[in-house]
C-alpha cells in the first residue's frame, strides 16, 4: 500500500451532548478506495462531513499531503483537494450538464461565462471518466436519471482534480447497471492517484471495489484492515455486535380479494408485488401516478425533496399525514405524537435523542425508516414504497422486511420498487419488471431469478404494456 495522503487522528464530534465520533482515527492511501462501513448512525456521513469541510471537528486532528488541514467550508475543502459526492446529488435542475459540472469553478473572463469553454471542459470530464457516451453536457440537468446525476457529481469532482474523493452510498438508488457505470468511473480516479473512502451498506459492491475498510459503531472505530482478511460474518459483528439475519424469502400464499386493479394491472388483499427496472426506466413516475388513481399512501426515494420537512421534528414529520388524530378542536397534544414516535423507534430501532429532535439531523437510514413509519401508522389498505431499504444497514434490512411482511399478513397491500432484485426475490409475491415506460406483466417470484430480473430490464424480453 502506498503511504497516507490523508490521515485523522483522533476525531470527535458531539451534538447536542451525543456523541457522533469518539477519538476516530483512520488513514486514506493514494489510488486505494477505502470503505466506513457502520449501521445507521454510526457515524459515517459525519466523519465525512468533517473531511469535506460541513462539520467542524471538536477535537482531534487532520493531515493532508503531509500537511496540517483544517477546512471551514466545503469551498476550503474543494480548494485544498478533498471532493465530496453526497447520497442526494446536488444538482441545478434549471442548468445545463456542463454547467452543474464547473459550478464553483466557473470558467469566465470579466464576469461573463465562457459557455463554450465550459462544454468543452464538461466534454473531458465526462470522457475521462467513461461516461460521455452515457451523460450528454447539453442537456438539462432536470432531465437527468438519478443514475446520471451521480455520474455528473463525479464528473465534477474531477473537473476540481481532487487527491481526495469522498463518496456517500453513491449508489443507493441505482440498479446493478447504473452502479457498474458509476464504479468504473471511480476506479478510473483511482488508478490516476486519488484516494477514495466509500460510505457504503452493501456488502458486495464494497467487496467489488474497495481495498481496505474501516468499521465504526457508536462513533467509534471497532475494526480496520484489508477486506481480504475479513469475511461478511466479521464484517457485521463489527459494525452491530451480532450476526445479521439472512432476508428469507416470502412463503407462497393465497390472496383472493383485490385491493385495487388500474388497466391490466392488480394487486390482491395481502400480497406485496415486486417493480423492478433499470433507474430511468419509468417505476418511480409510474408509482407516483398510481398513488393519484388510488389514493395510497406512498414512500418517496426522494427523502428530501419529497420526504419530509427537514427542519422540523421527527415527531412532527411522522405524524404530518394524520394530525387530525393527534388531538382535538385544532390542538395538537405533543404527548400523542411522542408516542407515536418511540413506538416505531423501539420497533425499528430508530437512533435519535428523541421525538422532537430535528429529522434534518438524522442519517439517510434514519430518515428511511421514519418513512415507512409513517405509511404504516397512517393504516392505508394500499401502501406503495419507493427504494424500501435504500441507506438501511444489513441488520435493519431484515427488520425492514419484517415489517413489511407483518402488515401484508395484517391486510395491507404493498407495492415496492426496487433496485436490489435479491430485495425483490426474497419480499415479494410477485415481480414485474419496467421497461422503457412499460411494466410487463407479473409473474409469481418462484419463477424469476436475479439473472432473468437483470436480463428482462436491460432488454425487454417478454414486457407487454399493463397500462
Known amino acids: ?66 500537511k496540517n488541514y483544517f477546512p471551514r467550508s466545503p469551498r476550503a475543502a474543494r480548494t485544498a483537494g478533498v471532493c465530496v ?9 434549471h442548468q445545463t450538464v456542463a454547467d452543474n459540472i464547473n459550478l464553483g469553478c466557473e470558467i469566465s473572463s470579466f464576469g461573463i461565462i465562457d459557455r463554450a469553454g465550459q462544454l468543452r471542459k464538461a466534454r473531458e470530464a465526462l470522457k475521462a471518466i467513461g461516461a460521455e457516451a452515457i451523460v450528454d453536457p447539453t442537456a438539462l440537468a432536470s432531465s437527468l436519471t438519478s443514475g446520471t446525476r451521480q455520474l455528473v457529481e463525479i464528473a465534477r469532482a474531477f473537473v476540481t482534480q481532487p ?21 468504473d468511473a471511480v476506479r478510473t480516479m483511482a488508478k490516476s492517484g486519488v484516494a477514495v473512502a466509500l460510505v457504503s451498506h452493501r456488502l458486495d459492491e464494497v467487496r467489488r471495489v474497495a481495498n481496505r475498510a ?96 427537514q427542519s422540523l421534528s421527527i415527531a412532527e414529520n411522522l405524524t404530518l399525514p394524520f394530525l387530525s388524530r393527534m388531538g382535538r378542536w385544532g390542538i395538537v397534544r405533543s404527548n400523542e405524537q411522542a408516542c407515536v414516535v418511540n413506538k416505531w423507534r423501539e420497533t425499528l430501532s430508530i437512533k435519535c ?77 410477485r415481480i414485474a419488471v419496467m421497461w422503457r415506460g412499460s411494466l410487463g406483466v407479473s409473474k409469481a417470484t418462484n419463477e424469476w431469478t436475479e439473472h432473468s430480473i437483470v436480463d428482462t430490464a436491460l432488454r425487454g424480453a417478454g414486457v407487454e404494456s399493463a397500462a
Open 214 to 309: 474501516t468499521i465504526l459503531r457508536d462513533g467509534a472505530v471497532v475494526e480496520s484492515g484489508e477486506l481480504s482478511m475479513l469475511d461478511d460474518d466479521a464484517l457485521v459483528r463489527a459494525m452491530s455486535g451480532s450476526v445479521a439475519k439472512d432476508l428469507k424469502a416470502r412463503s407462497a400464499r393465497t390472496h383472493e380479494k383485490i385491493c385495487f386493479q388500474a388497466g391490466s394491472f392488480e394487486i390482491r388483499r395481502g400480497e406485496i408485488i415486486g417493480i423492478g427496472g433499470l433507474v430511468g426506466s419509468g417505476r418511480s413516475r409510474w408509482l407516483r401516478e398510481l398513488a393519484l388513481k388510488s389514493c395510497a399512501a406512498r414512500v418517496s426515494e426522494d427523502r428530501r425533496g419529497e420526504g419530509f420537512a
Open 85 to 93: 459526492v453526497h447520497q442526494e446529488p446536488a444538482i441545478a435542475e
Open 353 to 429: 435523542t428523541g421525538p422532537w429532535q430535528r429529522i434534518g439531523d438524522l442519517s439517510g437510514g434514519n430518515q428511511q425508516k421514519i418513512a415507512i413509519a409513517r405509511v404504516l401508522e397512517q393504516g392505508t389498505a394500499l401502501i406503495l414504497i419507493d427504494e424500501p431499504t435504500r441507506g438501511i444497514d444489513v441488520s435493519a434490512k431484515a427488520a425492514i422486511h419484517e415489517i413489511l411482511r407483518h402488515a401484508a399478513d395484517d391486510g395491507h397491500s404493498i407495492v415496492v420498487v426496487s433496485s436490489d432484485t435479491r430485495e425483490l426475490l426474497a419480499l415479494c409475491d
Open 163 to 183: 487527491s481526495v474523493l469522498l463518496l456517500d452510498e453513491p449508489t443507493s438508488s441505482l440498479g446493478r447497471v447504473e452502479a457498474d457505470q458509476l464504479w
Open 1 to 66: 500500500m502506498n503511504s497516507p495522503i490523508f490521515r485523522l487522528t483522533g476525531i470527535s464530534k458531539t451534538f447536542s451532548g451525543v456523541h457522533a465520533l469518539r477519538k476516530v482515527d483512520l488513514d486514506l492511501a493514494a489510488g486505494e478506495i477505502h470503505a466506513i462501513l457502520g449501521e445507521n448512525g454510526a457515524g459515517k456521513s459525519t466523519l465525512l462531513r468533517i473531511m469535506a469541510g460541513a462539520e467542524i471537528l471538536d477535537a482531534g486532528s487532520m493531515q493532508l499531503s503531509g
